[in-house]
């Protein structure tokens, strides 16, 4: 065991301990707390920390400033909140079951996957934003299927093989897309960009409770699955040998991660960056060779929260979607990334 962790025992239960690890949550944690304090106040009405604070307890003297917290702001704020942890927690699945620093969903084309269903609504039928959300959801986990399939190579899944058939899956849901787009009537075509945009614009606390309650019914079982899924980073036969049945886990815990970026992509639109770079940085961070599900799932939040505050302070009062400004983002971490590892 790691001079680092310790064990912690409560009645018949132990738990692995690591302070660094506890130390880094409640650091990002605190982080998130304190860019939501922010965001709220920032817009057209500007409102100092005290004035946000007030609004949310209710102590606010205007009821306008109380509304625009309470029904304007914070749904927004909660969206990015529950979109970048579910980013974050399925990047850090991606990666580890992959054992490759690109699974990310965005890259391997499961994100594509959710937005081709949206798509399909808008163009052929004219959905609204209950009905995007519902054929995001369904599409994303429907690409997933077709990806595990196909990585399959016996009994076994995962790795490199894993990261390449997504990657050709999503050039071809991506050219559907375009495709659709490009068939489609102008009022609809405008509907789509804006979706695929990814924004956190006009949220609502329809687009925060299905986040909430899907995160809440995902992540017991990533959790209860994370000693598994270390196990698993050793090699299937390490696993196998130490009594992991390898490919349930792998699909248990594949199907988790689907439905937390699908979740994510129904709540604020296709959202590039967060899910490849938050499991990495959380690694850095806490040091630790676990996978980084609740670090991963904080440090997406700091991130979205991050660029949304970037997005809103563009200069030239430039509102930029927020899924542009992790796109961008991402790209120069991307590039940071291969430059950096030779062997990539």
Known sequence: MSK???????????????PRVALVCLLLAATALALGILLLGIGSLQLTPAQ???????TADDPTLQRVITRV????????????ASLGMAGSIFQSLSRNALGSPDIIGFTTGAASGAIVQIILFDAGPLGTSVAAVASGMATAALVFLLSMKGRSTGGYRLVLVGIGIGAMLSALNTILLVTGNLDQVMTAQ??????????????????????LLI??????????????????????????????TRLLMMLAAVALTAIATAAAGPIAFVALAA????RRLTASAGVPLVSGALMGAVLLLAADMLSQRF????????????????????????ARNRRM
């Open 73 to 84: 702001r914070l749904p927004r704020v909660l969206t990015a909140v529950l979109v970048g």
């Open 194 to 215: 804006l979706w695929l945009a990814g924004s956190l614009n006009t949220r609502t606390w329809s687009h925060v409770l299905p986040a909430a309650l899907g995160l």
């Open 52 to 58: 946000v604070v007030a609004g949310l307890f209710g």
């Open 279 to 282: 499991p990495q940085l959380a």
């Open 315 to 338: 200069p030239l009062s430039l509102n930029m979607p927020i899924g542009l400004t992790t796109g961008m983002l991402g790209g120069v971490y991307l590039l940071w990334l291969l």
């Open 4 to 18: 680092s962790a310790s064990v912690l025992r409560l009645g018949g239960c132990s738990f692995l301990w690591r």
């Open 219 to 248: 992540v017991p079982v990533a959790l209860y699955q994370a000693r598994r899924v270390n196990l698993l980073e050793m090699g299937d036969d390490s696993a196998s040998q130490l009594g992991v049945a390898v490919e349930r």
